[in-house]
Nanobody, 119 residues
């Protein structure tokens, strides 16, 4: 089992910045991917940014150039640095941990944290 503890989020004006963090604990595999997804009301969950323990980071098209993900493999923690926030970034942000290669039984989600960007 893997437990994910999220922190950060809140209310910010458009153009502002926020940082989210997610710490994983429990049975942490050496090869894994950690990242952030988000879901706005009425929308499907979408990938924001994913970083793999052995390198390679992927960003969703809508956040490229504005968001940066970083991780500490010793602390098993990832951070999402969100800059130039827009109202359309408003969503619940979920941390995710999964093994590589993927296994459905090793796909974990945090409880979600609300990010609200006012115009």
């Amino acid at each position: 089992q893997v437990h994910l503890a999220e922190a950060g989020g809140g209310l910010v004006q458009a153009g502002g910045s926020l940082r989210l963090s997610c710490a994983a604990s429990g049975s942490i595999s050496r090869s894994n991917a950690m990242g952030w997804y988000r879901q706005a009301p009425g929308n499907e969950r979408e990938m924001v940014a994913v970083t793999r323990s052995l390198g390679i980071t992927t960003y969703g098209d809508s956040v490229k150039g504005r968001f940066t993900v970083s991780r500490d493999n010793v602390k098993n923690t990832v951070w999402l640095h969100m800059n130039s926030l827009k109202p359309e970034d408003t969503a619940v942000y979920y941390c995710n941990f999964r093994d590589i290669p993927y296994s459905a039984s090793r796909d974990y989600w945090g409880q979600g944290t609300q990010v609200t960007v006012s115009s």
